[in-house]
T-cell receptor, first 119, second 109 residues
């Protein structure tokens, strides 16, 4: 059983460019959350997708957008890249099964991350 | 304003002794608390969790304690092993998790 897979593992982009990162959740999971982890910091929540919709969003600008596909995989897009966007981007999958009814997952399984460097 | 804090950036412990990692939070609405372990070049790995209705949860060598009145969470590792050397993150939340900045644990052989 494959865990959470992310691609690519490393990426170098130039300021102003756009980037797309991809995540396939763990089998049986329907919810994908994206986190940004800067050097020396804990992961910061970007947003969460469930049933192909963005359900929750952290304090990130609109340059950060995403998508979830019918097979539950997800993409994170960042436009107009800034040097400060350089970070490890983590995808976490979980099974919320009705987040609007207050059920949450007590576990989130993380991928290895995509290391984005903006030069 | 950091809602989840790990005030010790690093900790060194002798092999076989107890490691105690601490975490403080400010939001009394948090329902669940998690600990993750992270090795270099890997994503965080889930370790153990605790619900706000409990004050202790054990899993092998790992025990998490929750003190809701103090808004304090701790992870005990007994006995500590060299393979436990990693960065440990606590996380708290409901539908999303807010992470602390991590504590680097070094277990000395």
């Amino acid at each position: 059983d494959a865990g959470v897979t992310q691609s690519p593992t490393h990426l170098i982009k130039t300021r102003g460019q756009q980037v797309t990162l991809r995540c396939s959740p763990k089998s049986g999971h329907d919810t994908v959350s994206w986190y940004q982890q800067a050097l020396g910091q804990g992961p910061q929540f970007i947003f969460q997708y469930y049933e192909e919709e963005e359900r929750q969003r952290g304090n990130f600008p609109d340059r950060f957008s995403g998508h979830q596909f019918p097979n539950y995989s997800s993409e994170l897009n960042v436009n107009a890249l800034l040097l400060g966007d350089s970070a490890l981007y983590l995808c976490a999958s979980s099974s919320l099964g009705g987040w609007d009814r207050g059920r949450i997952s007590t576990e989130a399984f993380f991928g290895q991350g995509t290391r984005l460097t903006v030069v | 304003d950091q809602q989840v804090k790990q005030n010790s950036p690093s900790l060194s412990v002798q092999e076989g002794r107890i490691s105690i990692l601490n975490c403080d939070y400010t939001n009394s609405m948090f329902d669940y608390f998690l600990w993750y372990k992270k090795y270099p070049a890997e994503g965080p790995t889930f370790l153990i969790s605790i619900s706000s209705i409990k004050d202790k949860n054990e899993d092998g060598r790992f025990t998490v304690f929750l003190n809701k009145s103090a808004k304090h969470l701790s992870l005990h590792i007994v006995p500590s092993q060299p393979g436990d050397s990693a960065v440990y993150f606590c996380a708290a939340g409901t539908y999303k998790y807010i992470f602390g900045t991590g504590t680097r644990l070094k277990v000395l052989a």
